[in-house]
């Protein structure tokens, strides 16, 4: 039964949501999660690609979360030549969110938290300059739940933020406007996955073939908010589709909104944290988003249990927080955001380029020291930057 | 005026996060818009991937 009351209000049952409420349980204190759709982990707006060490991090990883095992990875340069390499220090996975998300959650719980769908926030309590909890709408009937602190996790859409004051809306060059299918019927290689860049492909973003087994995969688009009005991230995908796959069935078709922008300077208010999406957790040039949100949630969590123990709920105590974030990842997202910006510079002329001298070396030797020697390169400091930030290392 | 073609929007939530103003409303299968906040500025239509909401201006 929902209580009226709870140390900890988790908004949002994502990833980063059921990270917050298992370290926060973990923690001692009481917690509960509130999740505004009727099952956790559904629908999935995810190209599902994650670490291998982004994810053991946190969680011991189970194999029924992976679709597919990932040893390498091939990018496409608009003239049609494609790079491969081998990921040298990490290995990666496709998820299957459904069962993965699900998965967080119920760990969620076994450590105490109490997890509710069907419960949507559409606002805050706030009291003297605190927030102090939330008010839903829980099957149907309006309620109000008092916290010491809630926590924001609930994604890109997210208004928790801002009914605190938190200036959380996106630029429009800051946000990707996505759109993936889920194929059947589509032969490719198992262990790789591949990328298709440039401003024909995807402009200010990029083509993923992400395989899920099984003659599966998730093929999807991103496409910068600064074209996505011209460049229909829909039609694009839909003629990349028909001339790469043009026997694939489609299982399942989403939309979503990839934040890429640098992590919130300011995630917190009096009684409020905000993690993942809704801190704008995510890495501005791939768009990943899973394993920084864990991160938040993970360290939102152990702060939440740490200062409500202690009684210190106030903006200044929270920004424990905002310096932790910064050194797990905020910093180096920082350094990836304005490599974004470098990259937006270039034109497809470049990325063919760099693709063509890229391609002289031997597979084997595409290290990125390697590249990174081969000074024959327009800018190749960028370039390793670049293959550093897609390869998760 | 922004309008929402019935049916077609998938609930994601991307035109919320660039709406300036906060005045579109998402829940699990239901979006609204609402008009008296609504500054007009078009971006929730330029970022939706499906073209769900159109812009539609009475020329007076
Ligand atoms: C097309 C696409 C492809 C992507 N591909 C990848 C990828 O391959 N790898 C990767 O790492 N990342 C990828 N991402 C990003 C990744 O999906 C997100 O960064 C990640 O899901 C963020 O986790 P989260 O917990 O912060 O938010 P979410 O997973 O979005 O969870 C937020 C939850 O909050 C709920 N919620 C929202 N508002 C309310 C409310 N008012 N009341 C109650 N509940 C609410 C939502 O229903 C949702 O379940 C992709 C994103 C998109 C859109
Ligand atoms: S961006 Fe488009 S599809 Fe997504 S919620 Fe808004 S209107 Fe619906
Ligand atoms: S037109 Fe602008 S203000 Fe109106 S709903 Fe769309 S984004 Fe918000």
Redesign the pocket.
């Known amino acids: 039964m929902m209580k009226s009351s709870y140390d900890v209000v988790v908004?949002?049952?994502?990833?980063?949501?059921s990270m917050s409420a298992k370290l926060a349980a973990e923690g001692g204190v009481s917690v509960c999660l509130?999740?505004?759709?009727r099952d956790i982990g559904y629908p999935v707006?995810?190209?599902?690609?994650?670490g291998d060490s982004g994810l053991r991090k946190f969680v011991e990883p189970k194999e029924s979360w992976f679709a597919a095992h990932l040893n390498s990875f091939s990018m496409t340069a608009p003239n049609g030549t494609s790079i491969t390499a081998d990921f040298t220090s990490d290995k990666g996975y496709i998820l299957n969110r459904r069962v993965f998300d699900y998965d967080l959650a119920r760990l969620a719980s076994e450590k105490g938290a109490e997890i509710f769908t069907r419960?949507?926030?559409?606002g805050l309590i706030i009291e003297d300059g605190f927030v102090r909890g939330v008010k839903l709408e829980y099957l149907g009937e309006k309620k109000e739940i008092r916290a010491k602190i809630v926590i924001g996790?609930?994604?890109?859409?997210s208004?928790v933020g801002r009914w605190a004051g938190i200036r959380t809306q996106l630029k429009m060059k800051d946000m990707e406007s996505?759109f993936?299918y889920t194929l059947a019927n589509v032969n490719i290689p198992q262990n790789r996955m591949d990328f298709f860049v440039g401003k024909t492909y995807a402009p200010g973003g990029y083509v993923w073939i992400?395989p899920k087994g099984d003659g599966i995969a998730n093929v999807?688009i991103g496409v910068s908010g600064t074209y996505s009005k011209e460049k229909s991230p829909r039609k694009l995908l839909d003629k990349f589709v028909k001339e790469k796959f043009p026997e694939a069935s489609l299982l399942t078709t989403v939309c979503?909104?990839?934040p890429c922008d640098k992590p919130l300077k300011k995630p917190v208010k009096s009684g409020l944290i905000l993690?993942?999406?809704?801190g704008h957790q995510?890495n501005p040039v791939t768009?990943?988003?899973?394993?920084s949100?864990m991160t938040g949630g993970w360290i939102a969590g152990q702060v939440s249990a740490d200062l409500i123990r202690k009684n210190k709920l106030d903006e200044k105590s929270l920004t424990v927080y905002t310096e932790w974030i910064h050194k797990e990842f905020g910093k180096n997202y920082s350094r990836v955001y304005n490599i974004k910006n470098a990259i937006s510079q270039f034109t497809d002329e470049d990325l063919n380029n760099i693709a063509d001298k890229v391609k002289k070396l031997p597979r084997e030797k595409r290290t990125l020291t390697r590249i990174f020697s081969t000074a024959l390169i327009k800018k190749p400091l960028l370039v390793i930057d670049v293959i550093k930030v897609f390869a998760g290392i | 005026m922004i309008v929402i073609t019935p049916n077609k929007c998938d609930f994601c939530g991307a035109c919320v996060a660039v709406c300036p103003v906060d005045c579109i409303d998402l829940k699990e299968a239901d979006i609204s818009i609402r008009h008296d906040v609504c500054i007009d500025c078009d971006l929730c239509a330029n970022i939706c991937p499906i073209e769900v909401l159109e812009p539609i201006y009475d020329e007076k």
């Open positions: 908004v949002g049952g994502g990833p980063s949501g509130l999740e505004k759709d707006r995810c190209g599902e690609a994650i419960a949507y926030v559409y996790a609930d994604g890109v859409e208004r996505g993936q992400f999807g979503g909104g990839i993690v993942g999406d809704a995510v768009g990943g988003g899973i394993s949100g």
